[in-house]
Each structure stands twice: as C-alpha cells, then as structure tokens.
C-alpha cells in the first residue's frame, strides 16, 4: 500500500523541509521510489534538492490551482529514485484562491490518486500554517510525521496541531494517523534540549521516533549546493541520523 | 512621533519573537514606553514575555476581530514600561474570518489609532506567513524591521517579501519604510554564516543594522523562563547584542 507522509508543523524553522529533503533522499538510496512533494511557496525544498523554481504551470501550483496533470510538473532529481513536485513563488496566492474553490480540501488527494501510482512514498512538504495547503496535505496524507525543534517554544503551538489533526481526521480523512514524532536540531551540547526531549517522550511516548537529528551546521549548509546531505556529506551525523530515520519509516510502516 | 515597527519574515523560525521580546525590553529598560503586539496564534511572544494565555476578547482577536479596545486587552509585563497585546490560539482562525469583513486590512490600523496614544514605540511580532495578520501589520506600521536568519534557506523568500511590502506601500501605506534588516542567529564558527551576512549587506546595503544577534543558547532558554534575555542573564551575548540593536534603533530613528 503506498504511504503518503505529511511533515507538519505550524512553528516556523523547525527542520519540516530539511526532513523532506534528507528523508526523501535516504529512503530513495535504501531503494524506495520516492516523491517528494514542495506545499511551500518559499520553495525551500525544491531548492534544497537543486532544482530551479518552475513556471507556474509546472509546479505544485499548476497542479492545485489549474487543476494539471501531476505528471505535467514531477521533476527527477540528483538522487536515484527521488522525484520531486517543486514549488513557486505563486502558490503564495493559492490558500486565498482556494478558498472559493468546490472541494478545495482535497484538490491534492485528487492530484496524487489520479497521477502517483508509481510511488511507493509520498513526502508532503508543509509551509509553516495550518491553512488550506496543510490541510490539503493531511487530507491527501496516509500519515503525519511531525518535526519538533528541542528549543522551548516549539511545545507551545502543538495543541493546536493535534486539534487540526482531529478535525481532518473527523471531516476529511478518517484513517489519517500520526505515525511519528522527529526530534529536530539536537544539541546535547545543553540541557534546554534534554529536557524538551523529555517533555516530548512523555506526551507522546512511543510516536516518537529513536532516530534523533542532531543540530549540525553540514544540515544547514547542504541546501547552499542543492543537495540533500547524504551526497554533499555522506560522513556526517546529519547523513547518519536521516539513514536511521529512513530505516525506522520503513520498519513502522511495515506493521500498518 | 510614534514609531510602529513591524517585525516580517515569512520563513519561519528566523528570529521574529525573540527580536520583538528582546528589543522591546531593551527599548524599554532604555526609557522608551513599549507596546508589543503579539500578532501569531502560536503566541510564542506572550509566553516569552511570562503572560499567560488570555481568553479571546481579552487578546489580539478580541481587538482584530470583535472590535474590542486595546485598553480591554493590553498587559504590563515584568519589565517596567513594557506592556503586551497578547495572543491565543483562538487568533488561528483570524485569517479566515478577516477575509470578509469590511476595510479588513486596516482593523489593526484603527485600533492602534484609537487607543495606542500612550506608547512610544510599538513592536508587532508577526506570523510566519504573508496573510491577512501580516498585511495588517504592514499596514498599520510606520516602518518594517526584517530578521534574516544567517543560513541558506533564509535568503530565497526575500523577494516575495519585498514584494508583499511594495505591494502594501502602493494600496494601503504610502509612508511605510524598511528601516533595518537585522542579522540572527550568526554563527562565527562557521563559514556559512558570514557567507549570508555578506550576500545580505550587499544587498540591503546601509539597511542592515551593525548590531548582529549571535546564536546564543540563552536567548533559547529565556522564553523557557517567560523572561526576556537581559532579566534571564544579564551578562549573555545575547543581552548585549540586543541592547546594542535597541540603541540603534533609537539612533536611526531619530532622523525620521
Ligand atoms: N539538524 C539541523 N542542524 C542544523 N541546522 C538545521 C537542522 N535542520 C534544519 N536546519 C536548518 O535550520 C533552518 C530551518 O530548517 P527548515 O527550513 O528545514 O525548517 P522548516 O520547518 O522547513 O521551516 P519553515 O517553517 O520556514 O518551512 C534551515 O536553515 C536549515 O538549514
Ligand atoms: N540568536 C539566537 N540564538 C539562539 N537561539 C535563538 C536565537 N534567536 C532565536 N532563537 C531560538 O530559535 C527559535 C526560533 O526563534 P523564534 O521563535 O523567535 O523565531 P520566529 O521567527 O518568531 O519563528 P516563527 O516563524 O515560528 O514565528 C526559538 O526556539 C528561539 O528561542
Ligand atoms: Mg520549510
Ligand atoms: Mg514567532
């Protein structure tokens, strides 16, 4: 059965799309066709994997608001196996322009039943809300990873995800279920991060995943070339901790 | 005159709470009389000033939404001449609600017309997003101060930036200016960081402040306190880059 993964969080900077990037990279060398798909018009995750903004046409734009093929905007990337549907600065007119929309929640689920039979992983990269875009991806999503950055005001916002979450799982997407939680930007170097990985494994237990990503600059510098860290620097922790991460999806998705 | 600076940048996680808790307490230490306004659902801001989460009509939706006065809602906080417009989640639908609604991009405008009087400087500390809370902000702003976060993502939603704030100074705030970019979250460790603070001046040129806020762990773990950096620990790089920046502020603003 295919796994369409949403990387949600409404805290901005939090590693959402460096976690698209890097986990969509390290399971597609592990041999899993993957796509990865760009909800944020900063197209930050379209140029994390070197790939030049698009036409409007040709981007996830095309695909939600004009209702193209997915077919007609899928770029490969530098990584075996590892498709991405980019972004553009346009889709920042989309959550006001889907608003009228009939059935503007599930223009992406659509999209993705009509034209990803291929992928045996969807990876839905969110922007930094909980608008139109999220909820087009957790109504088109089998599944919900969320990022947590372990700095402080990271805890504050999650109540508000998880009530999202319920509504879309009430009105849009009954078998919809938050599969993981990501412990982001690590540094064992301070207690701050101990003791929000403390608070996050109390609340939500065994969701969070063993892999840990630790804060580590090779992660902040490899989007500069385009690339996800396992090609720019397959030695570092970043490359470690995402390999394990892609191991871990892999495992749990197994018993689903 | 009053100064009302909005704090912008729709890429999450650069720096924007923390610059609107630090710079308004600097400011205020300093003599100035401070109004912060906390315009994000996620309301970091208040609970980084130590303010629990109010109840809808005592908030920033009370104020946007159900017309309620700035006097009704606004708090002192632990830093004398700092007072708070504060957040709750119940703002995440504002978004929404705001589309329909008669001069909807000037309810902040007003309100702050109405009964802001008191205050010297007002801060507004934005969401990461470019809707209908950041227009308000931008259109009740005398002028915009930008954090950019020192890594590579940060840099490629600039553009849209600088065009959602054109676009606001021709339709709805002639006199709104960009008085400063500020650089966060600087590393000098790292190669990186200089790499962006030289493509940001080059860019923005005398715009940036030659206060730089270095990536300090206790600007990450004063909200954890509910306190400001400077009560937190006053003797922290972050304290003094902060009051550094506040005094520039002031300098610049001067010639206004
Ligand atoms: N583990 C890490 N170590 C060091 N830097 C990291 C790490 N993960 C992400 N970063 C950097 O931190 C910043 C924020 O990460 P990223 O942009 O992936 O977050 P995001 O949640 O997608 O942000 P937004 O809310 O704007 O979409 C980026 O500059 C990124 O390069
Ligand atoms: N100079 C700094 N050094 C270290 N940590 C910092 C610094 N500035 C901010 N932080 C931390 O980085 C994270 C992001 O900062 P902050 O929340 O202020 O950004 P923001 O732009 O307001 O985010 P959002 O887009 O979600 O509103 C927070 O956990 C904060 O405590
Ligand atoms: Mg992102
Ligand atoms: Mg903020």
Same mark, same amino acid.
């Given at each position: 059965m295919r796994r369409t993964i949403a990387i949600v969080n409404?805290?901005?900077?939090?590693g959402k799309s460096t976690t698209a990037v890097n986990l969509g990279a390290s399971l597609a060398l592990l041999g899993t066709r993957v796509l990865v798909c760009d909800l &944020?018009?900063?197209a930050n995750a379209t140029s994390g994997l070197g790939i030049p903004k698009p036409s409007a046409s040709a981007s996830t734009y095309g695909v939600l608001i004009e209702g193209r093929a997915l077919s007609a905007a899928v770029v490969s990337t530098a990584v075996s196996g590892l498709s991405l549907l980019p972004s553009s600065p346009h889709l920042a007119g989309a959550e006001v322009e889907l608003v009228p929309m009939l059935s503007r929640e599930l223009r992406l689920r659509e999209a993705l039943e009509r034209g990803a039979e291929g992928y045996e992983v969807i990876l839905l990269d969110c922007p930094p809300s909980l608008g139109l875009l999220t909820i087009n991806a957790l109504t088109a999503a089998t599944e919900v990873l969320i990022p947590i950055q372990c700095?402080?005001? +990271?805890?504050?916002g999650l109540s508000q995800l998880l009530d999202s979450v319920t509504l879309v799982q009430r009105?849009?997407?009954? +078998?919809? &279920?938050?599969?993981g939680v990501l412990l982001t930007m690590? &540094?064992?170097?301070?207690r701050l991060s101990e003791q929000v990985a403390v608070e996050v494994r109390r609340f939500f237990k065994d969701k969070v995943y063993e892999a840990v990503i630790p804060r580590s600059i090779r992660l902040a510098e490899a989007p500069g070339y385009g690339m996800p860290v396992m090609l720019f620097d397959p030695s570092s922790r970043g490359t470690d901790a995402y390999m394990n991460l892609a191991k871990e999806v892999m495992t749990r998705g197994r018993d689903r």
């Open positions: 409404q805290k901005g900077g939090v &944020d018009p900063q700095e402080y005001y +990271a805890l504050e009105y849009l997407n009954p +078998a919809l &279920d938050i599969s690590f &540094d064992a170097r301070t």
